[in-house]
């Protein structure tokens, strides 16, 4: 069991740039969720997706950020442009639903964003 | 809104002594509560998951118990290692909202 893949494990940039953070959740788990982790903040859910469709988007900061997931492997958050308020750390996570409730949540290791 | 309380925010202990972690909440309508434990730089990794059927999960060393009725579920770990040095989370996951509410965790610190 691979768990959750994030990728890239870290990346700097500039403000202005577009960054895009990548998830592949465990095979077989229906739900996939964006975090946001900061010191000042805790973690913040960001948005997440049931059957590869957006089911609550309400933790989106703003237009900046999109979030897209093609198919049941694969998920994309991007943030453009970027700017240094959105340093953090983001993470994927997913679960299997059941019945419409949520299961175990499984992390993955997290994207460290910083925007210089 | 449910609101999720850990406190303290961090202990330090020495190694070998049994310590319990706190988890407030205050929506009781709660479907399950789960803990997770975060070493700096990482991803949180789940440690015990309770149904809000039951009243009490246990692995190795950690166990973990949820009172509903008063909002609160603690996690026991025993006889602490140096390895237990973390930072533990709970989420609650309500019956209304399909979503985890998280504490802002307790960093824990255990002294060799």
């Known amino acids: 069991d691979a768990g959750v893949i994030q990728s890239p494990r870290h990346e700097v940039t500039e403000m202005g740039q577009e960054v895009t953070l990548r998830c592949k959740p465990i095979?077989?788990?229906?739900?996939l969720f964006w975090y946001r982790q900061t010191m000042m903040r805790g973690l913040e859910l960001l948005i997440y997706f049931n059957n590869n469709v957006p089911i609550d988007d309400s933790g989106m900061p703003e237009d900046r950020f999109s979030a897209k997931m093609p198919n049941a492997s694969f998920s994309t958050l991007k943030i453009q442009p970027s700017e240094p308020r959105d340093s953090a750390v983001y993470f994927c996570?997913?679960?299997?639903?059941?019945?419409?409730?949520?299961?175990?949540?499984?992390f993955g290791e997290g994207s460290r964003l910083t925007v210089l | 809104k449910q609101e999720v309380t850990q406190i303290p925010a961090a202990l330090s202990v020495p190694e070998g002594e049994n310590l319990v972690l706190n988890c407030s909440f205050t929506?009781?309508?709660?479907?399950?509560l789960q803990w997770f434990r975060q070493d700096p730089g990482k991803g949180l990794t789940s440690l015990l998951l309770?149904?809000?059927?039951?009243r009490e999960q246990t692995s190795g060393r950690l166990n973990a118990s949820l009172d509903k009725s008063s909002g609160r579920s603690t996690l026991y770990i025993a006889a602490s290692q140096p390895g237990d040095s973390a930072t533990y989370l709970c989420a609650v996951l309500l019956y209304n909202f399909n979503k985890f509410y998280f504490g802002s965790g307790t960093k824990l610190n255990v002294k060799p």
């Open positions: 095979s077989g788990h229906n739900s």
């Open positions: 996570a997913s679960s299997l639903v059941l019945g419409g409730r949520t299961g175990e949540l499984f």
């Open positions: 929506d009781s309508a709660i479907y399950n």
């Open positions: 309770i149904q809000s059927s039951q």
